[in-house]
């Protein structure tokens, strides 16, 4: 995708909503990755032991799943220059998977500066799972 360009963008301009899957081989991948292997990542028996429903996302691949939205939309990830967020619930994922939405709207525009803020929201089977998460973008 090509780079977005600054004066194509306005404030309520909206990102999404993307669709994103995870599934428990996406889990395995990422604690391989990552070397998190924490088992309430991988293993149902131990995440119901401790309280969980079942096996959970972790909280940085929900992060760099939303992220990755940002970046595509954003046409480099390199343009990205602030990201955070705050975990609100954790990302529930059955033998059969699940799924994020992630949305977005353009909350300002600094052409001075050359960066816009937006704003995501981000949930699972219904409910929100990162709350104010914002990311601020470079563009030309």
């Avoid at 990542?41 to 760099?64: K, N, Y």
């Avoid at 595509?72 to 059955?94: C, H, I, L, M, S």
């Avoid at 992630?102 to 704003?119: C, F, I, P, Q, S």
């Amino acid at each position: 995708m090509a780079a977005r360009a600054l004066a194509t963008v306005s404030v309520g301009e909206t990102v999404g909503p993307v669709t994103v899957p995870v599934t428990r081989e996406t889990l395995v991948a990422y604690a391989n990755a990552s070397g998190d292997q924490n088992p309430i990542h991988q293993d149902e028996e131990f995440a119901r032991s401790v309280g969980l429903p079942d096996v959970i996302a972790h909280g940085m691949w929900t992060m760099g799943a939303a992220g990755s939205v940002v970046s595509q939309w954003a046409g480099d990830a390199g343009r990205v220059v602030e990201y955070g967020t705050r975990f609100t619930k954790p990302v529930v994922v059955p033998v059969t998977g699940t799924e994020l939405v992630v949305e977005g709207t353009v909350k300002g525009v600094d052409v001075e500066a050359g960066r816009v803020t937006v704003e995501l929201t981000v949930s699972a089977d219904g409910a929100k799972v990162l709350g104010r998460c914002v990311a601020v973008v470079r563009l030309d």
